[in-house]
C-alpha cells in the first residue's frame, strides 16, 4: 500500500487535472458553440443536401470516444508516461484568456463570411507564390491570413482547441508513451528530435516539458508561426529552428533519432505527402522512429465516418478526404518505412514507423 502522503500527492494531483480539464472543455465548447452558429449549416439555403458515403454519427459512441480520452490521459500521467500538463500546475491567466476570447469570436465571424463567400484564396497573390508552395498559398479552415501572418499565429491554438472542444492538447499527448518508447535506449542529451510542421510549437513544449534536455529542430514554412514558436520555446535549451517546406528540409541525412509530424499530413495534396514520407526516410538515423499524429481515417471508429466525410464540407481542407483514405502502412513501407504501432485516441491517431537498422 502506497504511502499515506503520497496518496494525498496523487488525490491533489489528480484534482487539479480534472478541474483543469472540466473548465478547459467547458471553455472551450462555448466558443465551438458560437462559432458553430455564425457557420451555419452545411449547405447553404436552396442547396441540395451533400449525398453522404457514410451512415449517421454515432453520437454515443462519440460520447463514450470523449470520456475515454480523458481517461487515458489520466492514467498515462498517473503511471508515469508524462508530467502533468501546464495548464494543471499553474491558474491561467484571465487577461489573455479574455484577449483570445475576443479575437477568436471577432474572427470567427470574419471566418463565416469567407465560408459563405468561399472565399479560401486570400493569400494567393503573385509576391507569395514566389515563397511558397501553392499549395501553401490557402485560407485553410476559412482562417484569416492562412498561416501566413503573426494574428493567424496568435490564435491558432485557440481555434485548434475550439474545433476539438477541448480535447486537442489531450490526443497529442497520446504521443508522447511513442516518444518515451522510441527514446528509451537512447542517451537523452545525445539524442536528436524533428518536429516537422511545428506551428507554433505547442507540441515542442511539451516534448520539452518532459525531456528538457533533448535536443530538438522545429521547422515549419511559415515564418510567422516559426516566430511564436520561438518565443514560446524560448525558456529552453537545446532548441534550433528552421523556416523550410517539409517535403524539402535541407538538413542532413540519417540524422534523426525521432521525427514527428503532428496535423501535417491532411494538410497536403497526395504527391506532397509521398515527397515529405520520402524525406522522413531520408532524415531518420538507422534504427530511427517517425511518429505520425493526425486525424483519424475511415473505418478507424465507423460511426465517425460521416463527420470526417462532412468537415471538408464546412470547412475549407481540400487534401483531408484523401488523407482519410491514405494506406499509411503502404505509403511507408514505399520508402523503406515499417508501421510499427498505432493508437486511436477520439479523432486522433498515433502512429509509428521504424527505419531498419
Aim: some cysteine; glycine content about 6%; overall charge positive.
Amino acid at each position: 500500500m502506497a504511502p499515506l502522503n503520497t496518496m494525498i500527492a496523487n488525490g491533489a494531483k489528480r484534482a487539479a487535472y480534472s478541474a483543469s480539464q472540466a473548465a478547459r472543455v467547458l471553455w472551450y465548447t462555448g466558443h465551438y458553440a458560437y462559432g458553430r452558429r455564425l457557420m451555419g449549416p452545411l449547405t447553404d439555403p436552396g442547396d441540395a443536401p451533400y449525398a453522404e458515403e457514410f451512415g449517421p454519427l454515432d453520437r454515443a459512441r462519440l460520447k463514450t470516444a470523449f470520456r475515454e480520452l480523458f481517461q487515458r490521459d489520466w492514467k498515462n500521467i498517473a503511471e508515469g508516461e508524462y508530467r502533468l500538463p501546464k495548464e494543471s500546475r499553474q491558474l491561467p491567466a484571465v487577461g489573455r484568456l479574455w484577449r483570445e476570447s475576443r479575437d477568436y469570436l471577432n474572427d470567427a465571424r470574419k471566418v463565416a463570411r469567407r465560408k459563405y463567400a468561399r472565399g479560401h484564396s486570400e493569400v494567393l497573390t503573385e509576391t507569395l507564390r514566389e515563397k511558397f508552395p501553392r499549395y501553401y498559398l490557402q485560407n485553410f479552415h476559412y482562417q484569416t491570413d492562412g498561416w501566413l501572418s503573426e494574428s493567424s499565429a496568435e490564435r491558432y491554438d485557440m481555434q485548434v482547441e475550439t474545433l476539438f472542444t477541448g480535447a486537442a492538447d489531450a490526443m497529442r499527448r497520446q504521443a508522447l508513451p511513442f516518444v518515451r518508447r522510441a527514446l528509451a535506449q537512447r542517451d537523452i542529451a545525445q539524442a536528436s528530435f524533428l518536429d516537422l510542421g511545428c506551428g507554433v510549437g505547442r507540441f515542442l513544449e511539451t516534448i520539452k516539458d518532459n525531456w528538457p534536455a533533448l535536443p530538438v529542430t522545429a521547422l515549419d514554412l511559415s515564418p510567422a508561426y516559426l516566430s511564436k514558436a520561438q518565443s514560446r520555446l524560448g525558456k529552453f535549451k537545446h532548441v534550433r529552428f528552421v523556416q523550410e517546406a517539409a517535403e524539402k528540409t535541407g538538413l542532413p541525412a540519417d540524422s534523426y533519432d525521432v521525427i514527428t509530424a503532428v496535423y501535417l499530413f491532411h494538410e497536403l495534396p497526395p504527391s506532397v505527402r509521398k515527397e515529405v514520407m520520402t524525406e522522413v526516410a531520408r532524415l531518420l538515423k538507422p534504427g530511427g522512429v517517425m511518429i505520425l499524429v493526425d486525424t483519424i481515417q475511415y473505418g478507424d471508429e465507423p460511426g465517425f465516418d460521416v463527420l470526417l466525410e462532412n468537415f471538408p464540407r464546412g470547412f475549407h481542407e481540400p487534401y483531408y478526404d484523401s488523407y482519410c483514405r491514405t494506406d499509411l502502412s503502404a505509403l511507408s513501407a514505399a520508402v523503406g518505412l515499417k508501421k510499427t504501432e498505432e493508437t486511436v485516441a477520439f479523432l486522433t491517431k498515433v502512429t509509428a514507423f521504424e527505419k531498419a537498422k
